[in-house]
Structure formats: C-alpha cells, structure tokens
C-alpha cells in the first residue's frame, strides 16, 4: 500500500503509461505537486500521436505487449514510446520489431495516391535514439528500444519490398519535404476542426491501462467509421485471461474517464456478458465518448475475456507463451480503488 501522496500519484502514473516503478516516482517527485503527469500536447503533437496510434492499431507481428509496448513516457511536447525486444519463438523469424514498425510506420503511397503510414513522418537517428518527427513541427516521438542499425537497415529493406509492391516511400529523398501525395493529408481541411486526434493520442498515452484487465494475451484496434463532423469511431478488443468480470472493464472505463489521469469522455453504453457462461459470449462492449461539441469522437472497448475451457487450452497450448503474458499484468492496488471512488469518475449513462 502506498502511503504518500507522491507514492500514490506514481502508482498511478505507473499503471496508466507502464513506466517502472523507480521511474514513475522520479517523474512524480520532480513535478509540481498536483500537475497534470499525462499532459494533452499541442495540434501537431496529437497528430503524430493519432498517426502512431493508427499505425500499431493493429499490429502484423506476435507481440508479448500490448501493441508490442513496453510503456510510454508523455511529454508535453513529445512521447516516449518503449518497444519490447523480438518475441523467442515467433513463428516468422523475418517477423521483426523492426521490419514492422518501419512498415507501418513511415508513410508510403500507393498507386492511386492512398498513403500507408503516418503522412508527413520521418525518422531519424538523434542521440543513438531513433526519433519519428513531423515535418514543418517541433512534433516528435522517440522510439525506444530500437537499435539505430538494425532500423536503418529495415527501413532500406522495407523501401525495396514496397517498390516491387508499387507502393512509393515517401520518405526516398525527400528527408524535409513532403511527397506530393503527402500534402492534402498534411492540410488543414483534410484534418478538420473536429478532428479525434484527442481520442486515439489520448489511448496511446494511456497504453499501459490495458494490462490492468487481466494477463494481455492480445490487443487489436481499427477506426470503424467517421462522423459528419470529423468525429471519429475507434474500436479496440482488448483479449485477456484470468480478470475481474465486470469490476475489470468498468474500472477500465472509469481510469479512462478519471478527472486529471484519464480523457473527457463518460461511458454511452454498456452491454455486459459477465453473467453467461463461460464460452457462450467472452465479450462485454463498454462505449466512452466525450459530450463535448469541440470533442467529436467515439471509442468502443470489446474487452474480451477467456474463461473455462478457452483459457485452459490457451495455458495448455501455450504455455510458455501464457506465463510470459501473466509476467506482464498489472494489480490494482486498492489505493486506487479508493482514490476512483473518491473522484467519482463519469462512468454512468450506459445500460447495465
């Protein structure tokens, strides 16, 4: 149980962004007593952020994380994203963290002018860390974890896979301009005023809540659809074993909708499977938006959750695999618990 007040911040600061424990303490105790330790950045800041987060939504290689982080450090002015080395056993021994990231990552355009990636990203090597900035900002994430070579080597090996493919790094030559197919993505009209930049920057400040639901043993994510007024609908499905029923996903909704931790959102909806048994339905939807007007934007949580027979084929079948994804669940302590009740969170409105 953590007794002070600075102890209680970094435990949660810790359990919303992954950071160790040490870390945590020594972000909380050189910041101002009651600051904002999850800052919302600035417009160009929330864009990188929503293109990265896109970019991992949903991720092509086995990852032990989710989305394959380790943690992430927010900054007011940029993000720190940790990613966890190469998974023993995967499947595809040419599946590397690398190989992926500089797929998804760096923006590609296709024959019909479509871009892949991030519009407008480029990464270099500052520091012997590989930073993702975006062009004409002070916009920037710095990818942790990834050893400079290795990454320029797969960026020029991903380049050539991409040309057989048809599909034209944007990148190629232009490391402070961008390619004409870049530009309406990087105009403002294109982005719109009522952007949900906000929404999936936000969840990926906030990555680390995922581990909180149980062991993390998957976690998809994909934009369903788009609003009229640039609003967005993103959907993620979180797979976990051995939760909480409904006390999991709704504290995972209220650490979403926390006041000074979590996002301006309240849950919309809630349809709970809880109750079934085991194999009849594993999900339970829990929908957060915000009821601002300037905040256009939707997130829905399918929390899934293995129970009886799926989860004892999973730890069967995958056994190495399962306990190396137990290693990774985050307990809630109860002084958080305490403190979301003390904080009375906007997680009413939905259907019980």
Known sequence: MKATVVERRAELLRLYTGLGWKTALARVEAAAPGSVLIPEPDADQLALEAGVMAALAWRQIT?????GIEYVDPRSDRLLIRFEPDVVGRGDVEETQVLDLATVLLPRADEYGEIKGVPGARTHVENGKVVLRLLGTTASAVLLGLDPKEWLKAVETQDQRMSTWGMTPCH???AQSLHPAERPYRQPARRGPGASDWLTSGLLRRSGLIRSLGVPLSVTGWLNSRARDGGERWIIDPTFG???????HRRLAALLSAPGWGLPVTVTDEVCNCHL???YSDQCTTTVASLQPERPGTL????????????RRIQRDQTALYAAHKKLTRSVP???HRWLDSVRSPTSGGSR
Do not use: F, K, M, Y
């Open 277 to 279: 048994p085991p194999g």
């Open 242 to 248: 051995e939760g909480h029923g409904p006390a999991g």
């Open 334 to 336: 109860a002084s958080v």
């Open 63 to 67: 990852t032990l994380h989710p989305w």
């Open 300 to 311: 829905e949580l399918r929390t899934i959750h293995r129970r009886g027979d799926r989860l």
């Open 172 to 174: 190629q030559g232009r």
